[in-house]
């Protein structure tokens, strides 16, 4: 197969090329917008919040005067949107141009690659990057998604080209990894399965006869771990020290939320719907896999133990949060590299005269980046999973947005809808952001709020947040949700806040339908005697358009699982006194 060695783009090829992918992508992600409302997710104002008090001098805390939490588990991520907010720029806006920055290096990084491998036409896997609708939500979702793509991306081809035949860029290989360690905590998976592949060529060496001070080749591992270790050591050091825990909390009160339910079961359950909504992924993989065991090749094997060490990081963690299943925030670093493998692979059919194969391939890939075999396949999710399909087809957003709206609708007032994920008065009038700046105006900055909502309700509210979920206040997540009565006590709210899906309050008995302990797990032990906490309820529907005024206050006392509807609903706001 070819190598690296192949006469890569230059010049004006280069730059027309990769001005055409960025085109192409642009055109996709302003359709898809459009069509399916894409924007910044909740748990991204998680780290909005944690930049924002870092920014201001107050260190990685979630509430200004509170413990030192790792709420967001992308350090990297949080240091940058630190900076962005010390310079007066706005934090969401930040985000998404971060995400939309990274996803166009992505895609020129990977049509280079390609390239220089496999020639010209293997900028056809950029292209179907671009074309795929979950490269469109991770730029715009506000994530670290991106961001990590990019680098772990990065970190692949230099440790490609170091292997064959640039050895001083191992170093730099792995000081991106160490990056991408930082960036999300599972990084050093990919150090150790990278390793693992270097001793595997130590055994093959000295079971050929070389003595193992050869097959080794100590300076070369030296220069191999060095990148990794100046940076992710003192890195760990740290963390150890400010917060006290090897592993981010994010991960310690996911442990508590999958309590109920089989976390690798979970796992398991999460890559088979990210690989049905990515079938051409699939075939991908298996091509790769065929093509490695017919001829072994290094360059094949980095790239797949990359992707396998991803998809066993899916399985292991449990998969995403609950509410971000259908995302693909797990699945997306992998998928520029499955798509480089599918180029390679079939550059081999290719090199065979195959050509009736390889373009039977390729149109299969294509015609499997636009299906999303979910709903076709009948998969059902359990009640704790909140999926939402992200992954319609592009094709079919392209049609709608420039064959149907577009001649039917003023040009300005298209563009304005196409680019309204970087319009802050989307994220001011979402209903989040409403409920939060109500709260903060109607109680003031300093009374505290206890509640399940650590995104937009808490980043907007600003108030002193205790999280009964535990996703940022660490003291649930080391102390158990059996200590959450006394943990409240101590916090001592004034408030406690969530929301009512639809109408379930005003036709069922709460504690009968069951939506408390559907929340969070924690909810269940705020039933406590003899307090007089405000319970405010907001009202929230499938629109999110209903006015956060509307809200339904009762005291603890007024909650027994006997109360009947009636009596469960005790003021509106309006008549209520302020606390």
């Avoid at 499955?338 to 692979?345: G, K, N, V």
Wanted: aromatic share 10%.
């Amino acid at each position: 197969m070819a190598r690296c060695r192949r006469a890569g783009p230059t010049g004006p090829r280069l730059a027309l090329a990769g001005a055409l992918l960025l085109v192409l992508a642009g055109v996709v992600l302003l359709a898809a917008i459009h069509t399916r409302g894409l924007g910044v997710a909740d748990d991204a104002f998680i780290t909005y919040r944690m930049a924002q008090n870092l920014g201001d001098g107050h260190g990685m805390r979630f509430n200004e005067n509170g413990p030192p939490v790792e709420a967001a588990s992308t350090f990297l991520l949080t240091v940058m949107l630190a900076g962005a907010h010390v310079l007066g720029l706005s934090l969401i806006q930040s985000s998404v141009v971060i995400a939309l920055l990274a996803s166009g290096l992505t895609l020129l990084l990977l049509g280079w690659c390609v390239w220089r491998s496999v020639g010209p036409w293997g900028l056809l896997a950029p292209a179907a990057l671009a074309t795929m609708s979950i490269l469109a939500s991770s730029a715009t979702n506000g994530l670290e998604t991106c961001l990590l793509t990019f680098l772990l991306l990065a970190a692949a081809a230099t440790h490609v080209a170091a292997e064959e035949g640039r050895p001083r860029l191992l170093p730099v290989a792995t000081a991106l990894l160490a990056l991408v360690s930082i960036t999300r905590p599972e990084g050093p998976m990919y150090i150790l399965a990278l390793g693992v592949l270097r001793l595997l060529d130590v055994a093959r060496a000295r079971a050929k006869g070389r003595s193992w001070r050869v097959a080794l080749a100590p300076r070369s591992q030296v220069a191999w771990a060095a990148g990794f270790v100046v940076i992710y050591l003192p890195y760990t050091i740290w963390r150890l020290a400010y917060f006290g825990m090897l592993l981010p909390n994010t991960y310690h009160a996911k442990e508590l939320q999958f309590i109920e339910l089989s976390k690798l079961h979970s796992g398991v359950l999460y890559l088979k719907l990210m690989l049905l909504q990515q079938p051409a992924l699939v075939l991908a993989l298996v091509l790769g896999l065929a093509a490695q065991a017919i001829a072994p090749d290094r360059r094949m094997r980095t790239l797949l133990a990359l992707v396998l060490t991803q998809y066993m990081f899916m399985v292991l963690s449990g998969g995403d949060w609950p509410h971000m299943f259908g995302f693909g925030r797990f699945l997306m670093p992998a998928v520029p590299l499955l798509l480089w493998i599918a180029a390679e692979s079939i550059a081999r059919l290719v090199k065979l005269r195959l050509r009736l194969a390889a373009g039977a391939l390729l149109l299969g890939l294509a015609g499997l980046s636009q299906l999303d075999l979910v709903d076709a396949v009948g998969m059902e999710l359990p009640v704790h999973y909140h999926y939402r399909a992200h992954a319609a087809p592009t094709l079919e957003a392209l049609r709608t947005a420039y064959l149907h709206e577009l001649p039917h609708m003023p040009r300005a007032e298209w563009w304005q809808r196409s680019t309204q994920t970087l319009a802050l008065s989307r994220y001011h009038n979402n209903f989040d952001a409403v409920v939060g700046l109500w709260l903060r105006q109607r109680y003031g900055p300093r009374v505290r709020i206890a509640s399940i909502q650590a995104g937009q309700f808490a980043f907007w509210s600003g108030m002193p947040f205790f999280d009964m979920f535990g996703l940022v206040s660490p003291e649930v997540t080391r102390q158990g949700p059996a200590r959450l009565p006394s943990l409240l006590r101590q916090f001592n709210p004034r408030l406690i806040a969530f929301y009512k899906w639809s109408s379930e309050v005003h036709h069922h008995r709460l504690a009968d339908e069951g939506f408390l302990q559907r929340a969070g797990y924690g909810l269940r032990h705020v039933f406590i005697r003899g307090r007089s906490w405000a319970f405010v309820v907001f009202e929230k529907g499938q629109t999110g358009e209903e006015d956060p005024r509307e809200v339904l206050f009762a005291t603890m006392e007024d909650l027994p699982y006997r109360v009947s509807r009636d009596k469960l609903i005790v003021a509106l706001d309006t008549n209520h006194p302020r606390l």
